[in-house]
């Protein structure tokens, strides 16, 4: 006979699973530099490139980022590389105030990363198993387990989503849109501006989430042929509670 | 009948989890897409849920990449062979 336990919120979603695998936070990400937007539009590739910081963890598999969402601020994670065995190093967007080009000026955020246990850490509390394989589904003697207390999707809702009011509300998802424009300059010929934008988030208020674009790299091309490309996909993001983490 | 609640507490009795305050989103792991596609499917998970999927390397899934459907009666998530090395977190609710 195999038993399963799953539980539902009183909307009736899905919280909790023994068939599933549940993340815990493994650590605070340590912050490695911050950069600032450099380099000129007017100049061929890269041309003016946005800034971004980074920071790095340690985990022995791969991690889900889990950033900070300042209000007021468009935050966001770039990318994730393991840069060396059980060596993460995410880097990140948090920007306000855009130049007179369009890159805004860079900040430090909290970023933490969430994994998974290959083994339980307490002795006494509750752990679920894989009815089938045994490997450790949810591990609740970890300190912080993936506890979303909100979600929205930017591909479905563009205008953006509520949050619920948290102490101090962190992110865990990833940009959904990113396009590249290529404009030929009026009367110039074969001349063109080539941009490049990602798609971040924005907690506009207390309670409220939405998405926003950022200039990530702009310069000049010499084209007959401007072109654009892009992609669009779903842009869930949760949104966790991160007043408990380190 | 009252609804099953789950509330985890840590040692110092503050809350770790609480089910009626989750929003719906179990993770069911970290997958890499093969080269060519993958289809991952979770048959002990029964009908009913919507799927969400994660690209861990920064950028979003494109949506003409992946499918999520329940045809078979479980959560099933297509990788099509654009998606090809990426590391997916995959959830469902």
Redesign the interface.
Known sequence: M?V?LR?????Q?????S?????YCVGKATFQALVQPAGSVGAEAPGRVAGYSTYQVAHA????PVFDMPIGFNVG?????EISAGLHEI?MYCGMSPDTDGFETQYVVDVWAYG?AAARAGAF??VLRD??SGVIAAD?TR?????????GDI?ATPTGFSAPSLTRAVG???????AVQETARPGSGSVADHYEY??FWRRASITSIVGITALMKQYRLNTETPTNDG??????L?VLEGA?LP | MV????I?R?DTG?V???????????????YTVASGGSVFA?N??GPG?QG???????????????TYDNSLGHPRFTFAGGASGM?V?L???
């Not at chain 1, 539980?7 to 909307?11: D, E, Q, R, T």
Request: a neutral charge; aromatic letters at 10%; proline letters at 8%.
């Open positions: 195999t399963r539980v539902k919120n009183g909307a979603e899905l919280v909790v699973s068939e599933g695998r549940l993340p598999g791969p991690v889900i994670v770039i990318s994730v590389t880097k998974f509390g509750l009815a089938d609740f300190d912080a387990p993936l506890f979303p207390r909100g979600s591909y865990l998802g990833m940009p959904a849109y990113w990602q798609m992609d669009d996909g779903p842009g869930v949760f408990p | 609804d099953q609640v789950l985890i840590s503050s770790k989890f609480d089910s009626r305050l989750a929003v719906g989103g179990v993770c069911l792991g970290l979770f002990g998970m849920l969400v999927a994660l690209n861990l390397a920064g950028k979003g899934v494109p949506a003409a990449a992946y590391t977190a959830f469902v609710k």
